[in-house]
């Protein structure tokens, strides 16, 4: 069974950072294209930043740029979201995204072929 499990939210200040983890089992990530989304109360939710399988291209949300950092570990099947920074409006309900066919910032979370259960992160002073 192909799973993604989220972890490494939590409440932090303006300001700081944090590390989220996207831990698969079941399947191998190496192959995989994955997505960070994110969804913050009342709002869509949006693509935060992904990484090609193939070349290991990068793309970014324009928010987020030269603040966040994907990156994976093939060797522990984990894609990372290292977040520095942090603002208020960054505060939402993060997910992961994987699918072996296309990147999940082109087609969206729901049509990805796996997504985790969300970790919540809120920035607050």
């Known amino acids: 069974q192909l799973q993604l499990v989220e972890s490494g939210g939590g409440l932090v200040q303006p300001g700081g950072s944090l590390r989220l983890s996207c831990a698969a089992s079941?399947?191998?990530?190496?192959?995989?294209?994955i997505g960070w989304f994110r969804q913050a109360p009342g709002k869509e939710r949006e693509g935060v930043s992904c990484?090609?399988?193939?070349?290991?291209?990068?793309w970014y949300a324009d928010s987020v740029k030269d603040r966040f950092t994907i990156s994976r570990d093939n060797a522990k099947n984990t894609v990372y979201l290292q977040m520095n920074s942090l603002k208020p409006e960054d505060t939402a309900v993060y997910y992961c995204?994987?699918?072996?066919?296309?990147?999940?910032?082109?087609?969206?979370?729901?049509?990805?072929?796996?997504w985790g259960q969300g970790t919540q992160v809120t920035i607050s002073s």
């Open positions: 990484i090609s399988s193939s070349d290991g291209s990068l």
């Open positions: 995204a994987a699918d072996p066919f296309v990147s999940p910032c082109e087609i969206g979370l729901g049509s990805a072929g796996s």
């Open positions: 079941g399947f191998t990530l190496d192959f995989y294209y």
